[in-house]
């Protein structure tokens, strides 16, 4: 089955840039009904999502974080990746990417079947 | 931009049914879905598109979705049931989570 696997450094120092990425196992990325999120979810806060990419390159951002969101996707490496530019406290936070799909054979309609672990970043000098 | 609005907490006697809510403007016209998150753990998808279960969620997990209000039931509570669950939807291109809800079983 398809798993999900966020890796990226754990501690970025604020007005940085955060990178993350997410290898997707078990399955393609390049999939025609799937996108792929970024959600984050400070500790002992609710989810936020971030963004989504389609396996075209296609995006959608988070209109709060628009300014400073990348998202990326790498097809022959079957991963997608996250960048979020100057960084603040505010962004600390577990990181999780999920799949998501869309269109009329898309069983889950458009909700985020498979999530990863997640991965904590915290933004601290 | 579209909020979602949900109670902070639920609380259900042991065996009893649990009901939480998430209100968002016109959400009847939308699809809702939701998710449940334990404790150091990911969030898992119980209910797509309002009212369906993926498989391997139990039959006491049941939704809909009508006017203002989707609602999430939880008939005969369990233990194991105790979570945060969050509603969500699709406002265009951009994906809108409620603020979680935390459910005690008492």
């Known amino acids: 089955q398809v798993q999900l696997q966020e890796s990226g450094p754990g501690l970025v120092k604020p007005s940085e840039t955060l990178s993350l990425t997410c290898t997707v196992s078990?399955?393609?990325?390049?999939?025609?009904?799937?996108?792929w999120s970024w959600i984050r979810q400070p500790a002992g806060n609710g989810l936020e999502w971030i963004g989504r990419?389609?396996?075209?390159?296609?995006?959608n951002y988070n209109p709060s974080l628009k300014s400073r969101v990348s998202i990326s996707v790498d097809t022959s490496r079957n991963h997608f990746s996250l960048k979020l530019s100057s960084v603040t406290a505010a962004d600390t936070a577990r990181y999780y990417c999920?799949?998501?799909?869309?269109?009329?054979?898309?069983?889950?309609?458009?909700?985020?079947?498979?999530w990863g672990q997640g991965t904590v970043v915290t933004v601290s000098s | 931009s579209y909020e979602l609005t949900q109670p902070l907490s639920v609380s259900v006697a042991l065996g009893q049914t649990a009901r939480i809510t998430c209100g968002g403007s016109n959400i009847g016209t939308k699809n809702v879905h939701w998710y449940q998150q334990k404790p150091g753990q990911a969030p898992v998808l119980v209910i797509y598109r309002d009212s369906n279960r993926p498989s391997g969620i139990p039959e006491r997990f049941s939704a809909s979705n009508s006017g203002k209000t989707a609602t999430l039931t939880i008939s005969g509570a369990q233990a194991g049931d105790e979570a945060d669950f969050y509603c969500?939807?699709?406002?265009?291109?951009?994906?809108?989570f409620g603020g979680g809800t935390k459910l005690t079983v008492l």
């Open positions: 990419i389609y396996a075209s390159g296609s995006t």
């Open positions: 078990g399955g393609s990325i390049s999939s025609g009904i799937y996108y």
């Open positions: 999920a799949r998501g799909s869309e269109g009329p054979s898309a069983k889950f309609g458009d909700a985020f079947d498979i």
């Open positions: 969500q939807v699709w406002y265009g291109n951009t994906g809108v």
